[in-house]
Antibody, heavy 122, light 108 residues
């Protein structure tokens, strides 16, 4: 069974760095074709893809946020991470991680975590 | 970047009605298109992938179609449990994704 769970600080202040962890089970980020992505959703709004990291350590970033994002992984501990620098209130959102199996069926984000709520406030 | 234009933003329909939601890509995405359903307080759930393939466990009243830049999600015989928000997503490149803005479906 594939599961993912996001964790983060809950609340942080403007200008700080947001650090998020995605802990998962049922798959490995060292397996060919596996990628983990971060997606966020402000309250009442749509989904915004942020970043992706894959088995061979390739990475992709949303161009509108690229300068502030860093994605990484720890394959030994089945975790993926996202850092967002210089946060402001616009970064307040639910943050999700999701798995994609590029060579599988379906080869889309078919497993999502429950989401971690992040509030940026002074 | 590939942009996804989803319409309508909101939709009100009656039980038993057929509803259609559309997504247009800014360039050809070769049917690399998924549809997700999201109910309040829950994570998105996969409905359709590869533009027209039904995900496991999804009722057959849901269907997807389209190619190139134009795609649609159809819900036949609307049920109360279908009240949700729906999002399209392009995945033409495994390191770059875009979601549509979403459609909020309500009962009339």
């Amino acid at each position: 069974q594939v599961t993912l769970k996001e964790s983060g600080p809950g609340i942080l202040q403007p200008s700080q760095t947001l650090s998020l962890t995605c802990s998962f089970s049922g798959f490995s980020l060292s397996t060919s074709g596996i990628c983990v992505s971060w997606i966020r959703q402000p309250s009442g709004k749509g989904l915004e893809w942020l970043a992706t990291i894959c088995w061979e350590d390739s990475k992709g970033y949303n161009p509108s946020l690229k300068n502030r994002l860093t994605i990484s992984k720890d394959t030994s501990n089945n975790q993926a991470f996202l850092k967002i620098t210089s946060v402001d209130t616009a970064d307040t959102a639910i943050y999700y991680c999701a798995r994609r199996e590029v060579y599988g069926t379906p080869e889309v984000m078919d497993a999502w975590g429950q989401g971690a709520s992040v509030t940026v406030s002074s | 970047d590939i942009q996804m234009t989803q319409s309508p933003a909101s939709l009100s329909a009656s039980l038993g009605e057929t509803v259609t939601i559309e997504c247009r890509a800014s360039e050809d995405i070769y049917s690399n298109l998924a549809w997700y359903q999201q109910k309040p307080g829950n994570s998105p759930q996969l409905l359709i992938y590869d533009a027209n393939s039904l995900a496991d466990g999804v009722p057959s009243r849901f269907s997807g179609s389209g190619s190139g830049t134009q795609y649609s999600l159809k819900i036949n015989s609307l049920q109360s449990e279908d009240v949700a928000s729906y999002f399209c997503q392009q995945y033409n490149n495994y390191l770059m994704y875009t979601f549509g803005a979403g459609t909020k479906l309500e009962l009339k």
